[in-house]
């Protein structure tokens, strides 16, 4: 069984949790990872906020798969296309870690509030700048490129008076003291999927979704579905200032979304909740009320 993975310090991070349980279960199992550089990584100096960006992040790795040059791929979710490539598929969703969004300063217990008016935020999502705007109109937001260590050095330098990271990347890669202040839900919904991880595997691998089947969490499973569901509906990618949020709680899903302006002058948010055998249906619901609500304006002026 051969892996895919980035070679980020996070992503090798996230492969080898996947590849350890595998191990846990099948001993005598022989296990690779092996490293793809994609597109966010080779273009070091290229926006990731650009139109184009769609797939940055594991199109490479998808093109492996899809070949047989490997046999499963570990993704962030949140990096995943709305649409999967034709030939592979997503069935496994372990855990969801925290989905939530950190503050990082670089003193420690550094908050929003306490930024000075003014103050500069580092951040590659249009996203996290757009709910940050519109709880601090008076901050300034710059875009900052490279993984979790490189953007703590760029804060810690000086170049930002705070970054904004996902807790799971941080928590996953042992740097949870890092985290100034967590973003709740009502200041700041997160993109669709984050905090999970999704495995890829080509369609009909039953080898693969055998060794796979214990990881996956069946509660993850369906709120992901649900937030998949309305960025597909939305049109969006993983750079689109679209924010969701689904959690099942007693057999009935809940999930809420954003729409905004980039400046977070123009933002729509609502929620819906159904059944959780109908998460997917509750996503596209939601997205369609977010649509007639004003996001279609506001998605359509950054088309």
Known sequence: MIIGSRGSK??????????????????DAGVDVKVIRVSADTDAEGSIRAGTARGVFVREIDEALLAGAIDLAVHSCKDVPSRVPEGLEIRIIPEREDARD?????????????????????????????????????????????????????????????????????????????????????????????????????????????????LHDPASGQAVAAERAVLRRLGGGCNSPIAVHAALADGIVRIEGLVSSPDGKRAVRDAVARPAEEAEEAGVALAETLLARGGSEILAALR
């Open 10 to 27: 996070l992503a090798l991070a996230q492969t080898n949790w996947v590849k350890e349980r595998i191990l846990g279960r099948f001993p």
């Open 102 to 214: 950190a503050l990082v300063t670089p003193g420690r217990g550094g908050t929003l509030e306490g930024l000075p008016p003014g103050g500069l935020v580092g951040t590659g999502s249009v996203r996290r700048q757009a709910q940050v705007l519109r709880l601090r109109p008076d901050l300034r937001v710059a875009e900052i490129r490279g993984n979790v260590d490189t953007r703590l050095r760029k804060l810690d330098e000086g170049d930002y008076d705070a970054i904004v990271l996902a807790c799971a990347g941080l928590r996953r890669l042992g740097l949870a003291g890092r985290i100034g202040s967590i973003f709740s839900l009502d200041q700041m919904l997160p993109a669709p999927g984050q905090g999970a991880l999704a495995i890829a595997t080509r369609s009909g691998d039953q080898r693969a979704l055998e060794m796979l089947a214990a």
